[in-house]
C-alpha cells in the first residue's frame, strides 16, 4: 500500500503466465529490458498449454476472492491469434467453467477474429492500448494503425464482451497540437463505442528499459527520476492528464477514469482518490 505522496500507485493483481514477448517492438516497450537476457530478447513465446490448464484450474478452484488475471503484462494478450491454437479459444472456455473470476486481454492487436468466434464470454475483459495517431506512427511502427485497433475495439464491444481503453503512454507534444492529437483520440473512441473504463498513463521508462532499447528518441522527454524510473516532470503530466479528464467530462460526461503507474501527489492533485477509482488491470 503507497503511504509517501511520491509513491507510486499500482494495485495489486495477479499475473497470468501463458506467454512471453511482443511482436510489436514500440520503442519504449518495458519488455526490451524485462528481457534482455534472453537470447530471443522480445520474441512471441508460447508456453505448454497443458500446464497452463492444470495450474489455471487449481488456481480458479482454490482461491476465495474473486480476482483479475492479468494476460497483458508480459506478452500482447493476442500476439497467437493466427496460430493453430490461438490463446483465446484456449483461455476463454476454461474462464467460462466458472463465475467469479475473469481473465483479462491486454493488447495493441487488430486481430478479434478468434474472439467474436466464442459464444459464452462473460469472464473475459479486453483492453485495447491506444495513442495519438502521430505518435503511434512515429514509435509504434509495427503495431496496427490506431483507427484499426479502435474498429477492432468496437467490435468486441458489439460481441458483448466488457472493453476498456488505455491511452498510454501520453507525450508531451507541443501544447496545441498535442491537446488536439489526444481529444481528437477522445473523440474517434466515443464516436465507435463508450468505453467500460479509460486508464491513462505518461510516457516513463526503467533504466534497464532505456539501455536496451534502440530508438531513444522518446528520453527527451523524460525529466523527473521516481521509484519506478524516469518520468514526464510533475507539471506537464498534470496538464496532460487533467486536459483530457476535463474534457472526458465536459464533452462525453465520462468519469470512469484512473491512471497507471502515477503519484499519490499527482492522484491528489487532480482531485481523484485511488482508493476508489479502479484503473485497467483490477475488476
Not at 106 to 131: G, P, W, Y
Not at 217 to 224: H, N
Amino acid at each position: 500500500m503507497p503511504k509517501n505522496p511520491t509513491d507510486v500507485v499500482c494495485p495489486h493483481f495477479l499475473e497470468l503466465k501463458w506467454g512471453y514477448g511482443c511482436p510489436f517492438d514500440c520503442a519504449w516497450c518495458y519488455l526490451k529490458g524485462t528481457f534482455r537476457f534472453l537470447p530471443t530478447k522480445t520474441s512471441p513465446k508460447v508456453k505448454d498449454y497443458e500446464k497452463i490448464r492444470l495450474h489455471l484450474e487449481t488456481f480458479l478452484n482454490t482461491l476465495s476472492d474473486a480476482e483479475v488475471l492479468n494476460s497483458g503484462e508480459l506478452a500482447d494478450s493476442l500476439m497467437s491469434e493466427n496460430g493453430n491454437e490461438p490463446f483465446s479459444k484456449f483461455i476463454i472456455p476454461i474462464f467460462e467453467k466458472q463465475n467469479k473470476h475473469k481473465v483479462l486481454f491486454l493488447t495493441k492487436s487488430n486481430n478479434v477474429k478468434n474472439l467474436l468466434d466464442i459464444e459464452k464470454h462473460k469472464q473475459a475483459i479486453i483492453s485495447f492500448t491506444l495513442n495519438a495517431n502521430n505518435v503511434s506512427k512515429r514509435w509504434e511502427k509495427v503495431a496496427p494503425p490506431v483507427k484499426s485497433r479502435i474498429e477492432a475495439a468496437k467490435k468486441v464491444y458489439d460481441a458483448g464482451y466488457e472493453t476498456r481503453i488505455r491511452i498510454d503512454p501520453i507525450v508531451p507534444l507541443a501544447p496545441t497540437t498535442g491537446r488536439m492529437h489526444y481529444t481528437r483520440l477522445i473523440d474517434d473512441i466515443f464516436s465507435n463505442f463508450e468505453p467500460e473504463r479509460i486508464t491513462l498513463g505518461s510516457l516513463r521508462g526503467l533504466q534497464s528499459t532505456i539501455n536496451n532499447c534502440k530508438d531513444k528518441s522518446w528520453v527527451e522527454y523524460l525529466s523527473e527520476w521516481s521509484n519506478w524510473g524516469r518520468k514526464i516532470d510533475d507539471e506537464t503530466r498534470y496538464k496532460m492528464y487533467s486536459t483530457l479528464i476535463k474534457y472526458l467530462k465536459n464533452e462525453y460526461n465520462y468519469n470512469k477514469i484512473g491512471l497507471c503507474k502515477e503519484t499519490i501527489l499527482m492522484w491528489d492533485k487532480l482531485g481523484l482518490d485511488y482508493r476508489k477509482i479502479r484503473c485497467n488491470c483490477v475488476l
